[in-house]
T-cell receptor
Framework: DAKTTQPTSMDCAEGRAANLPCNHS???????VYWYRQIHSQGPQYIIH???NNETNEMASLIITEDRKSSTLILPHATLRDTAVYYC????????????????FGKGTKLSVIP | NAGVTQTPKFRVLKTGQSMTLLCAQD?????MYWYRQDPGMGLRLIHY???????AKGEVPDGYNVSRLKKQNFLLGLESAAPSQTSVYFC??????????FGQGTRLTVV
C-alpha cells in the first residue's frame, strides 16, 4: 500500500503562498492523491485531489510530479484561517479485496499562518 | 443539507459501560468510516463499510463493533468501555471515487 510522508510542521506568512509537500514514492498507477485539512478539532475537510495532472479549485492548487512520487499543495494567499493540519492521502485497496478504497490518514503537516 | 451527522456530540462513560455512537448521512453514499483521533495524533481508521450490510476492520478495530443495517446509518459500539477508548471519534462517508465528508466528531471520555 502506498504511504505518504509529510513534514511535521511549517510556517507561512499571511498573504504569502503556502507550499505543502508530500512524498508518496510507492503510489500505484490507479491511486489518487487527496488533500484534506483539519482546523482545530473540527472534522477534516476535503480540499482537492488529482491523479496525474495538476489541479486547481477555489481553495488550492495541486501539483503532482511527472513520476507521481510526490506532490505539493499550494494555498496561493494564506490567511490566518488556513492555520490547520493538512493531510495528504493516497487511496489504497481494502484488505478484504472487495476492490473498495480506504482512507488512511497519517499525522499530517501542521501549518501555522503567521500575521 | 445536513451531510454527516454524529450523535451524541459529547459523552462520559464509566469503565465497563456500553454505548453506541450513531452516524447518519443523507448523501446516499456507499462508503462509511469510523475514525478515532487521540491528542497530537492523526486519524486512525477503526472500521469501515462499503455498502449496506457490509463491514470491515480498519487499523484499530479491537474493542469496537459496527453495523450497517441501513445505507444511511453506520453504528459504532463499545461493549465494555475502557479508559484507553477516551478519544474523539469521527465518522465519514463517501462514494467510491469521490472525496469524503466528515462529521463534527464525538468527544468520548471513559473514566
Amino acid at each position: 500500500d502506498a504511504k505518504t510522508t509529510q513534514p511535521t510542521s511549517m510556517d507561512c506568512a499571511e498573504g504569502r503562498a503556502a507550499n505543502l509537500p508530500c512524498n508518496h514514492s510507492t503510489i500505484s498507477g490507479n491511486e489518487y492523491v487527496y488533500w484534506y485539512r483539519q482546523i482545530h478539532s473540527q472534522g477534516p475537510q476535503y480540499i482537492i485531489h488529482g491523479l496525474k495532472n495538476n489541479e486547481t479549485n477555489e481553495m488550492a492548487s495541486l501539483i503532482i510530479t511527472e513520476d507521481r512520487k510526490s506532490s505539493t499543495l499550494i494555498l496561493p494567499h494564506a490567511t490566518l484561517r488556513d492555520t490547520a493540519v493538512y493531510y495528504c492521502i493516497v487511496r489504497v485497496p481494502s484488505y478484504s479485496g472487495a476492490g473498495s478504497y480506504q482512507l488512511t490518514f497519517g499525522k499530517g503537516t501542521k501549518l501555522s499562518v503567521i500575521p | 443539507n445536513a451531510g454527516v451527522t454524529q450523535t451524541p456530540k459529547f459523552r462520559v462513560l464509566k469503565t465497563g459501560q456500553s454505548m453506541t455512537l450513531l452516524c447518519a448521512q443523507d448523501m446516499n453514499h456507499e462508503y462509511m468510516y469510523w475514525y478515532r483521533q487521540d491528542p497530537g495524533m492523526g486519524l486512525r481508521l477503526i472500521h469501515y463499510s462499503v455498502g449496506e450490510g457490509t463491514t470491515a476492520k480498519g487499523e484499530v478495530p479491537d474493542g469496537y463493533n459496527v453495523s450497517r443495517l441501513k445505507k444511511q446509518n453506520f453504528l459504532l459500539g463499545l461493549e465494555s468501555a475502557a479508559p484507553s477508548q477516551t478519544s474523539v471519534y469521527f465518522c465519514a462517508s463517501s462514494d467510491p471515487r469521490e472525496f469524503a465528508f466528515f462529521g463534527q466528531g464525538t468527544r468520548l471520555t471513559v473514566v
